[in-house]
């Protein structure tokens, strides 16, 4: 197996003397990330941040080993160990602390967030989505760069990930709640990704190549939708957005709810002819802490406040 170093330094992600943050779990693909981010960046620039949730019985083994590994690479850890939440969705609760602890330090030494997800999370990811929400966004995955967060390992899978640790003498943690079916990805990943590998041994470098070209041509609907909003205005006006094709309506819509969430706003474009059948002075609220409002003639997002206005429809007599 090739040496992986020379491919992720080529990624860009991770340069000498380059400050990052890995987020450390203690499995395959985060020691494979820290270990290249050592050697690609240098012990000095790298520091780790390990969530010990106090979920399983054998967590405290997990921050154990990740000190030890740190120790060893010579490597700041940041441990934190937040309190679970009394109900709720757990894996979404310890991803936001995750990402929340890996902000603070980020902004507080500088550098990146390095995140362990490989090719095969890639894969998993949009085929999960494609399941799961309806859109074009399902289909694009996750990027390489997303501000401070990096990706290192997109190009890589899981299988070069565990190998390169064997090559280099680095053991890894498994959770043995990857192995349980109680949660959605376990079964994709037991039950859906081998029987896309019957019907075809190439399955995940399709998807993979599929989401390579989707990108290419997201680029290209994104300068048609720039276009389009700014001959309708700012704020565009309610009408001319109406006069639009409808598939270029709907990502209209969303690019207006993804600037008003000031990120990626919530997947609205099921809504569009709601949104456009809105009157003067009507209001939508969208999802997302978002509402949709039309004033003085033109079409508009923002916070969602108390009860929206009536849609023409609907409204009373």
Do not use: K
């Amino acid at each position: 197996m090739t040496d992986l170093i020379d491919e992720v330094r080529g990624g860009g992600l991770l340069e000498p003397g380059r400050r990052v943050l890995v987020l450390l779990s203690g499995g395959r693909d985060s020691v494979c990330l820290l270990d290249l981010a050592v050697r690609i960046a240098g012990a000095e620039s790298v520091a780790a941040l390990h969530c010990n949730y106090r979920l399983r019985d054998d967590a405290g083994a997990d921050e154990d080993f990740c000190a030890a590994l740190c120790e060893r690479l010579g490597v700041e850890l940041h441990v934190r160990r937040p309190d679970a939440p009394g109900h709720g969705n757990v894996q979404a609760w310890a991803r936001d602390q995750r990402y929340a602890e890996a902000a603070g330090l980020a902004l507080a030494r500088g550098g990146d967030v390095a995140a362990g997800h490989t090719a095969t999370d890639q894969v998993e990811t949009v085929l999960y989505r494609l399941a799961a929400s309806p859109g074009r966004r399902a289909l694009l995955g996750m990027v390489a760069r997303e501000g401070r967060l990096v990706r290192p390992l997109l190009g890589v899978t899981r299988e070069q990930t565990a190998a390169h640790c064997t090559a280099r003498g680095l053991e890894w943690r498994e959770d043995p709640s990857n192995a349980s079916d109680a949660f959605a990805r376990n079964r994709l990943r037991a039950q859906l990704l081998p029987a896309l590998r019957s019907l075809h041994p190439a399955a995940e470098a399709n998807v993979l190549r599929t989401l390579a070209l989707l990108r290419d041509e997201a680029a290209v609907l994104d300068a048609v939708v720039d276009a389009a909003l700014a001959e309708a205005g700012d704020p565009p006006a309610l009408e001319q957005l109406r006069e639009l094709p409808p598939p270029l309506r709907r990502l209209a819509l969303q690019r207006m709810a993804d600037r008003a969430a000031g990120g990626q706003g919530p997947a609205i474009g099921h809504r569009a002819a709601e949104m456009l059948a809105l009157a003067e002075g009507g209001a939508l609220d969208v999802g997302g802490g978002l509402r949709a409002e039309v004033r003085g003639g033109a079409l508009r997002f923002g916070a969602s406040r108390g009860r929206a206005a009536p849609r023409p429809d609907r409204a009373p007599p």
